[in-house]
């Protein structure tokens, strides 16, 4: 587990023996995974567990203006 980020409180992580597709987990009060690169090229929430409405928004917020610095770690972390 490496802490890419931190921010409002929210930590994003990235598993080092996680799998594709790339994502991240972001930890406030729960948990958000979160897709770097959905569908339409935009993060995508898979799920989130115990996070507030507020620290789920922060956290979409975060992943989005990180994406490019998000995406370029996984890839240096999982090849």
Do not use: C, Y
Not at 14 to 27: R, Y
Not at 28 to 34: L, S
Not at 45 to 65: C, F, P, S, Y
């Amino acid at each position: 587990m490496v802490t890419i980020h931190r921010a409002h409180g929210l930590r994003v992580i990235i598993f080092v023996d996680d799998h594709e597709p790339a994502h991240v987990h972001v930890f406030g009060d729960g948990e958000a995974k979160i897709n770097l690169s959905g569908a339409d090229g935009a993060p995508e929430l898979l799920w989130a567990t115990g996070m507030t409405r507020g620290d789920l928004r922060r956290a979409m917020q975060i992943v989005k203006e990180q994406q490019g610095f998000l995406l370029e770690r996984w890839r240096e972390i999982h090849g």
